[in-house]
């Protein structure tokens, strides 16, 4: 049996199922139970600023807060 066909067979059928068991494993990694926290703290990182808050909404940014 030459190569292309012994590693076309691979992957019509093993490579297959093991690519297809890794999507799934993946899927299931994402929304498991405890990952919602870590996800929300993850977008919410351009919003932290400790050393320079953003502005309250009542007052408009000057052109010296926009730069920084």
């Known amino acids: 049996m030459e190569e292309y066909t012994l590693l076309r067979q691979f992957a019509d059928s093993w490579m297959l199922l093991l690519l297809f068991a890794f999507f799934i494993g993946i899927v299931i990694w994402v929304f498991r139970p405890g990952a919602s926290k870590e996800y929300?703290?993850?977008?919410?990182?351009?919003?932290?600023?400790?050393?320079?808050?953003?502005?309250?909404?009542d007052e408009p940014a000057t052109s010296k807060e926009a730069r920084q």
């Open 40 to 57: 929300k703290d993850t977008a919410n990182i351009p919003f932290r600023h400790a050393d320079a808050p953003a502005p309250q909404q």
